[in-house]
């Protein structure tokens, strides 16, 4: 039995909690909140231990592993020192708010071979997302010719105003790229790789009285063999719609979503068994199962798509959000691969 403490008893850690709840081998034992009002209700609902003060959880030897729900701005600083105090980690995403930061993360992690550490892109456990993923490394499609991404997603003044770190540089560490399209890019990284430079611009438009960082950015991107990833991302549309990601090849044009993927406009079979009931619909399907993925690796029980879990490569997705953010204050190409 593997059990649980989460930092951050928002919305999301509340999908953590079902998953857990729905997997044999873990449990929920604590949450911890500065809010302490909110975080004995999480407790309560979850049935699990509240702390207020996050040392105090990580004190706690009962405690395997944490769960990381917090503001983008600890993501770093808490890993860090859930390490030190020999706690397995899974974090949201981003993993950090700069690369430096991440890359500190990464350096202590790999100082402690016996601890576990994912980051939370569960899209790739969508079905469809697994299917593409498989497809293209049997290279079925031939050569890639280039890569459209697109996100438009609506997030109103009612929504930063609800939690102040949001829509600020030193506690979200953007907007629409770090928050939201991140996820859009991870596709990218994880499905083909790291591109080699990017330039991008963003911009603060719907929301310029509300908050600092960019509702809206457009980039380029060049994969090696002058591949172009295009990439479009807005906080300002009128609904959800699921995230695309459009790939060219020589020989099919492929558009993946959070639940389809269409081949030369024709739906493909998706893999059966990797569905979740667990998680906001344009989230994608994959949350149960990427933390049965991580708990799996925990207990060493088998697992087919631990592969999929964001480890290392999750700094990789923050490189192209941070190398956009870069190129907007230069006006310059970033070089990503460095």
Not at 19 to 24: R, S, Y
Not at 106 to 114: C, N, S
Not at 136 to 162: P, V
Not at 234 to 256: G, I, K, M, Q
Request: charged share 20%.
């Amino acid at each position: 039995m593997i059990r649980f403490g989460i930092v951050g008893c928002g919305n999301i850690s509340g999908t953590h909690a079902e998953a857990l709840q729905k997997i044999q081998e873990a449990q929920l034992t604590a949450c911890c909140d500065i809010d302490e009002v909110k975080g004995r209700r999480f407790g309560e609902k979850h049935g699990c231990s509240f702390y207020g003060n996050y040392l105090d959880m990580l004190k706690n030897g009962e405690i395997d592993a944490v769960i990381i729900a917090t503001p983008h701005y600890l993501h770093g600083q808490m890993t860090l020192q859930a390490f030190e105090a020999g706690k397995h980690v899974l974090c949201e995403k981003p993993m950090a708010i700069t690369v430096q930061e991440a890359e500190q993360v990464l350096a202590k992690w790999e100082e402690q071979p016996d601890l576990h550490y994912a980051v939370c892109y569960q899209n790739r456990f969508n079905p469809s997302y697994a299917q593409l993923k498989t497809m293209i490394s049997q290279q079925a499609f031939g050569q890639l010719k280039g890569i459209k991404c697109e996100l438009t997603w609506h997030r109103d003044k009612g929504y930063y105003e609800a939690a102040s770190w949001k829509g600020t540089w030193k506690k979200e560490g953007g907007g629409t790229l770090i928050n939201q399209a991140i996820h859009t890019l991870d596709v990218v990284t994880w499905m083909i790789e790291l591109p080699e430079k990017i330039k991008g611009k963003i911009m603060t438009t719907l929301l310029e009285e509300t908050i600092e960082v960019e509702d809206a950015a457009m980039a380029t991107a060049v994969l090696p063999d002058d591949v172009p990833v295009v990439i479009h991302a807005s906080n300002n549309y009128s609904s959800d719609p699921a995230p695309s990601v459009t790939f060219d090849f020589e020989e099919a044009r492929v558009v993946l979503t959070a639940d389809k993927l269409v081949v030369n406009d024709v739906a493909a079979p998706l893999e059966e068994g990797m569905v979740s009931e667990v998680a906001k619909a344009y989230w994608g399907a994959g949350h149960l199962r990427f933390v049965r993925a991580f708990v799996n690796q925990l207990v060493g029980l088998p697992d087919p798509h631990a592969e999929y879990l964001a480890v290392a490569d999750a700094l990789d997705s923050l490189k192209m959000v941070c190398g956009i953010y870069e190129s907007d204050r230069s006006g310059q190409w970033v070089q990503l691969n460095k």
